[in-house]
Structures are given as structure tokens and as C-alpha cells.
């Protein structure tokens, strides 16, 4: 549908999900909206039912309506399961601003498929595997004046592995990014792919791996 559809949630409001289940935001051609805009004092919670198990997470797809759709002192907690994270972006640019995100069994954050959202003065902690995970097209999301503690690999923001064949900036982060594997810029015959590196911006490699300019 060319109208959003959109869900408001008010402070305070608590929501528990089964192992399974998810918030999806967006399918398809069907445009979606997540208005989820606590306080300081009544943050909106988001967890899982049961104690033992997690659920998926909150879930943006690519019709997600960007310029509505806002997580805000809120808390996202025990998602991650089957690999996703407690937030998962694709193609969808959100912002996520003074919100807990914690105790996924992988990322706080997963952003594919030319996700750039603003993630702003979040506390982000005790996720299984990393603060977060962003495929090479979502080098562009900023993430600015958030607090890390507890996330696995060393509270940096980890790179997936491959090629970058279109044109791309890797933003300054609050945090280093940590590469997967060996990452290549290869554009083709007739477009060149172009690796811009903001001032401050800081890339670890593990050993063994590497930077491929045209390889």
C-alpha cells in the first residue's frame, strides 16, 4: 500500500515475544512506520517471554518509512535468535537514539543492503558477538556519542568480508570498525569503485588479513 501503515507506541509500554516471532516493520510494497518514542523515567521495553530463550529482534525492512520511523528511550533485550540482532535494518535508514540495546545472542545492530540509519548516545552492551555488523553497501550509517561495554569482539563495529564494487564512504564511528576478512574495492570495466575514509576514522585487521584496492 502507498498509505503507511503505523504503530505509536507510548512510554512505558512493555511488549514480550515468544522464541520465533519478531516486529517487522514494512513487507513487501506495504510501507510501515514505528513510532516508539519513550522517556527517561518510562522507557517502552522490548523483550522475549520466556527466560531461557530469545526471540528475533525489531526488524526494518526496505519500505520502512525512514523520516518516521524512530526507536527512543527505548530498551531492546534477548534478541539475536537464529543469527539477527536486536535491531536489524536492511535497506532502511531509522533513527535509534537514547535507547538500551542489550543481551542479543549476536549484534545490537545488523544493517544491510544500503542501510544507513543515525544511531546516536545509545547504550550498547552485552551483546554475544559485537556491537554490530554491517555488510559493506552500509558503511554510511552513523553512529555518534553511544556508550559500549560488554559486546563481544572488543565493542568494535565488525565489517563484513567481500567486495566493494560501487562507490562508498566509511564514516567516522565512535567506536573501530573490525574486519571480518580481507575486504577488496573492485569496481568494473566502466565504473570504478571508490573508498572514501572520513578524517578519524579508525579499521583493525586481523592477522593474515587485508585491504584489496583493484585486486
Known amino acids: ?55 528475533y529482534g525489531i526488524f526494518f525492512n526496505d519500505t ?12 531492546v533485550e534477548y534478541g539475536g535468535y537464529s543469527g539477527w ?16 540495546l542489550r543481551n542479543s545472542l549476536t549484534y545490537g545492530l545488523r544493517l ?5 540509519p543515525l544511531v546516536e548516545m545509545n547504550t550498547i552492551q552485552d551483546n554475544t558477538q559485537a556491537v554490530a555488523f554491517l555488510d559493506l553497501s552500509s558503511i554510511g550509517a552513523t553512529f555518534t556519542g553511544n556508550t559500549y561495554s560488554g559486546n563481544g ?29 580481507s575486504i577488496t574495492i573492485a569496481g568494473t570495466s566502466t565504473i570504478p569503485a571508490v573508498l572514501t575514509i572520513e578524517p578519524g576514522t579508525e579499521i583493525r585487521f586481523g592477522s593474515n588479513l587485508g585491504l584489496y584496492i583493484g585486486s
Open 85 to 100: 540482532a536486536n535491531v536489524t535494518m536492511t535497506s532502511s535508514n531509522p533513527t535509534v537514539r537514547n535507547t538500551i
Open 153 to 181: 569482539n572488543g565493542n568494535n563495529l565488525l565489517l563484513e568480508s567481500g567486495t566493494l564494487s560501487q562507490s562508498r564512504t566509511l564514516k567516522e564511528a565512535d567506536a573501530p570498525y573490525q574486519a571480518t576478512s
Open 1 to 55: 500500500s502507498s498509505t503507511p501503515a503505523v504503530l505509536t507506541i507510548e512510554p512505558g509500554t512493555e511488549i514480550r515475544f515468544p522464541n520465533g516471532t519478531s516486529l517487522s516493520i514494512g513487507s513487501s510494497t506495504n510501507l510501515g512506520a514505528l513510532i516508539a518514542q519513550g522517556t527517561p523515567a518510562l522507557p517502552i521495553l522490548f523483550t522475549r517471554t520466556q527466560s531461557n530463550i530469545n526471540w
Open 64 to 75: 520502512t518509512v525512514d523520516q518516521t520511523s524512530i526507536l527512543e528511550h527505548a530498551i
Open 112 to 116: 544491510s543492503s544500503n542501510a544507513s
